[in-house]
């Protein structure tokens, strides 16, 4: 019996290899550190203070029949956290939500489901410092100061912007506090799901 035809579109459709997999892997850097965490010189802290756009830890405790109290408590008090989606970038510059959550206490935000490798990120930090992780096409658009990221490679495919909410010079009426309020609100639009974390600072009256 004659096998069916297919349509053109069929045939397309069948053949259709999506672009992402055609390129190379983006470049990777695995390193392993072995210490331990009651060392001076341990630098557990460092790598998870430095890595900013990390949203998971995973402990790996072998032959351990009881988890240590020092580590139930500091999973206890990582607090409460929320996931706000579709949030514009821009918001998190705004004078409002500088004056209400960046300088009144300590706020940590993160990109959800992004891809650190591929896709565009960003962090707010408690120090007040927005960090953004994002391809050359999209630094070029937003035209903030940055440099090229580390895992870049030789080609300078990523780029590292940093904005310092807390600085004096970033005051609502400032040039540069409108230079970046209009880069990620209209220049280059972005948008993103975001775990949110926030520790306002109390204050008690006597």
Not at 88 to 103: C, G, Q, S
Request: hydrophobic content about 35%; charged content about 25%.
């Amino acid at each position: 019996s004659a096998s069916p035809r297919r349509t053109a579109g069929e045939v397309g459709c069948s053949m259709f290899v999506p672009l992402r997999w055609l390129r190379e892997p983006p470049r990777h850097l695995l390193v392993c550190e072995r210490g331990h965490v009651r060392h001076e010189r341990s630098r557990h802290a460092t790598c998870v203070r430095d890595h900013v756009f990390n949203c998971r830890v995973t402990f790996l405790i072998p032959e351990c029949r009881k988890v240590p109290e020092t580590l139930k408590s500091a999973v206890a008090d990582l607090g409460e956290y929320y996931l706000v989606k579709n949030l514009p970038l821009y918001e998190l510059v705004t004078e409002e939500f500088i004056n209400t959550f960046v300088k009144k206490g300590s706020c940590y935000a993160l990109t959800y489901n992004t891809r650190i490798d591929e896709d565009n990120t960003a962090a707010l930090l408690p120090t007040g410092k927005l960090i953004l992780s994002v391809d050359k096409d999209t630094y070029e658009e937003l035209g903030l100061q940055g440099h090229p990221s580390r895992y870049s490679g030789k080609k300078q495919m990523r780029y590292i912007s940093t904005v310092d909410l807390t600085e004096a010079t970033f005051g609502p009426e400032s040039k540069k506090h409108k230079r970046v309020i209009w880069a990620l609100k209209e220049k280059k639009p972005l948008e993103f799901d975001f775990l949110l974390a926030l520790q306002p600072t109390v204050t008690f009256s006597t």
